[in-house]
């Protein structure tokens, strides 16, 4: 799939949030600090900033929950959870990285490309159906995260899967946030 900021290469980046390591519930709140801080900073208006900061709960909450990393022999910390918020022009990137276990590579890739291929009132009844029907899962979910991420973004998401060997894989997910408000 093509990265919405390809075209922006050359575009200024200005870097809000880039954390690598474990995601551990005691460094949720100083990652979500550290993204409040940043784009405070910046000046955004209040919508884009509520959208932003949404989007990365979300995003840190999955990693927290379904990162496989505490399972993995990861002593050069190559594949360790990474996050990161970088803004181009008006617009932001999101970028999480963690390792799942390969038994849940197929049944991750149907979810994502479900919701990639739906438009928003699509994933609002799919979401609807999840809440009401789906039973929570141990980790304490309905597997409602991809979609409230899609939903909350308002854009098409990204993911790439990469094999580290016969049990993991590392998953990364890429987010845009285009900013529409830019008066």
Excluded: C, W
């Excluded at 008006?90 to 990285?97: H, K, P, R």
């Excluded at 849940?104 to 291929?117: A, F, G, K, T």
């Excluded at 990204?158 to 408000?181: A, G, M, P, Q, R």
Aim: aromatic share 8%; proline share 2%; charged share 30%.
């Amino acid at each position: 799939m093509p990265n919405t900021f390809t075209k922006h290469a050359m575009a200024e980046k200005k870097i809000i949030l880039d954390y690598k390591g474990p995601v551990k519930f005691e460094m949720i709140e100083f990652l979500l600090n550290k993204v409040k801080k940043g784009m405070d900073s910046l000046g955004e208006k209040k919508i884009i900033k509520k959208k932003v900061f949404n989007l990365m709960v979300e995003i840190i909450e999955n990693i927290y929950k379904h990162s496989a990393n505490n399972e993995i022999n990861n002593k050069d910390n190559i594949f360790q959870s990474r996050i990161s918020l970088e803004k181009y022009e008006n617009n932001y990137l999101i970028t999480a990285g963690n390792t799942i276990s390969n038994r849940n590579i197929e049944s991750l890739r149907r979810r994502l490309d479900q919701v990639i291929q739906m438009n928003n009132k699509g994933l609002k009844i799919l979401y609807e159906e999840k809440i009401t029907k789906e039973p929570f899962s141990e980790k304490g979910g309905a597997g409602l995260g991809i979609i409230t991420i899609a939903i909350k973004s308002d854009n098409k998401l990204n993911y790439s899967i990469i094999s580290i060997n016969d049990n993991f894989s590392y998953f990364e997910l890429k987010v845009t946030i285009l900013n529409k408000s830019k008066f």
